[in-house]
């Protein structure tokens, strides 16, 4: 199950909700990396719609939750919408709310996206014959600006979850072998790639892949040296 929640609409479609929140990230004295609040608000955007869709609903909607000031909402909202351009969704708006009562000594920031899912859209079944890909590297913190070309990019995500046969899982702060697990339950001993399986994935910087070997190729051009196989033994 990935993090997201559905909640049913009626006998053919339901909500898909997931969330993303980022704390200590911005341009506040106290904060432990220092960046721009657009990029803030970019990747936890990131994070949200990238659980979304992989769990098979077109984005929605996106609420903004913004603790770092009055001054900040308009740029928040850039980094936001600089996400939904990549995924060709730069129509949607985005809503949410300030705390202006009171100010707080570190930034935060929180991001709900909501999509819609058909429900007859079933996901393929994860079979012992299906190829595993990790797309993008694992990055978390400084990492992500510094080796920004290692980051899979949104609409590079969003190219391969329009494939056919393909299921998607974003990668975590628990790491790739973690995420792994998750998605196919066990069932193997080794895990092999040339990528640290155990450190944190931050702002989803990478994902996983599942894929029938006919598309292979297809996968392997859209995404160059940020394709890394996985072999599970």
């Known amino acids: 199950m990935r993090n997201v929640v559905t909640v049913p609409l009626n006998e053919g479609e339901c909500l898909v909700i997931a969330s993303d929140n980022s704390g200590g990230v911005g341009i506040k004295e106290l904060d432990s990396v220092q960046v721009s609040y657009e ?3 970019y990747y936890s955007f990131r994070v949200a719609v990238m659980d979304c869709i992989a769990a098979g609903a077109m984005p929605i909607s996106v609420v903004l939750h913004n603790f770092c000031g009055n001054d900040y909402w308009d740029i928040l909202v850039s980094g936001v919408k600089k996400g939904l351009a990549e995924i060709n969704l730069a129509h949607l708006t985005v809503t949410g709310s300030t705390e202006s009562n009171f100010s707080m000594r570190q930034s935060a920031v929180g991001i709900v996206v909501i999509g819609r899912k058909v429900m007859e ?43 056919e046969d393909v299921r998607l899982w974003p990668v975590g702060s628990k790491g790739i072998l973690y995420e792994i697990k998750r998605m196919f339950g ?31 190729l297809s996968i392997k051009q859209l ?9 599970l033994n």
């Open 186 to 216: 066990g069932g193997f001993q080794k895990v092999n790639t040339d990528l640290n399986l155990k450190v944190s994935s931050g702002p989803s910087t990478c994902f996983i892949v599942a894929y029938d070997e006919k598309i292979e």
């Open 121 to 163: 859209k079933s996901e393929i079944s994860l079979e012992n014959n299906m190829k595993v890909a990790v797309i993008g590297r694992p990055l978390v913190g400084e990492e992500v600006i510094t080796h920004g070309s290692e980051v899979a990019p949104l609409s590079l995500f969003k190219e391969i979850a329009d494939l």
């Open 39 to 41: 990029i803030v608000s």
């Open 223 to 231: 995404s160059g040296e940020l394709f890394h196989p996985v072999s």
